[in-house]
């Protein structure tokens, strides 16, 4: 995953992979049941929890 001059660049696997472990979170952590793709120069990929003390998952933290 990395960003490009055309916006946030993932290969298949990798957003497979992103998907299975925001599934998982679903059911083991009681995050929401979808993402949000936040917009600009450097988009993120989040996941919320159901509960306000719970910090969000942000999918895209390794990019470069």
């Known amino acids: 995953m ?3 001059e055309r916006g946030l660049q993932i ?3 990798e957003l497979r992979r992103i998907v299975e472990y925001a599934d998982n979170r679903v059911k083991y952590d009681n995050m929401e049941p979808c993402i949000y ?12 929890c159901y509960y306000t ?4 998952i942000d ?3 390794l990019a470069r």
């Open 37 to 48: 793709i936040r917009p600009g120069t450097r988009p993120r990929i989040i996941q919320y």
């Open 53 to 56: 003390e719970c910090s969000p």
């Open 2 to 4: 990395k960003y490009t």
């Open 11 to 13: 290969t298949l696997d």
């Open 59 to 61: 999918h895209t933290y």
